[in-house]
C-alpha cells in the first residue's frame, strides 16, 4: 500500500510475474483508519519501517 499525504492511498496486488498491480485505491486518515473503494475498511495497529498491521473489518 501506498499511502499519500492528501489522504488516499494505493492497494498494489501480487500480480502476473510478481509484478505490483494497483487495485482501486481507498482513503487513511490520522487517526489510522483505512477504507478500501471496495468497502472493506480496518484499523492501522503498528508501524514499522519495514511492517504495517492492519486489523480488517469482516
Do not use: C, H, N, Y
Request: hydrophobic letters at 30%; aromatic letters at 6%; zero cysteines.
Amino acid at each position: 500500500m501506498e499511502f499519500r499525504p492528501d489522504g488516499s492511498l494505493v492497494d498494489d496486488a501480487i500480480g502476473r510475474g510478481d509484478a505490483p498491480e494497483a487495485r482501486p485505491g481507498g482513503r487513511w486518515d490520522a487517526t489510522g483508519r483505512v477504507a478500501l473503494s471496495s468497502g472493506k475498511t480496518g484499523r492501522i495497529v503498528t508501524s514499522d519501517p519495514d511492517r504495517l498491521d492492519i486489523t480488517w473489518q469482516p
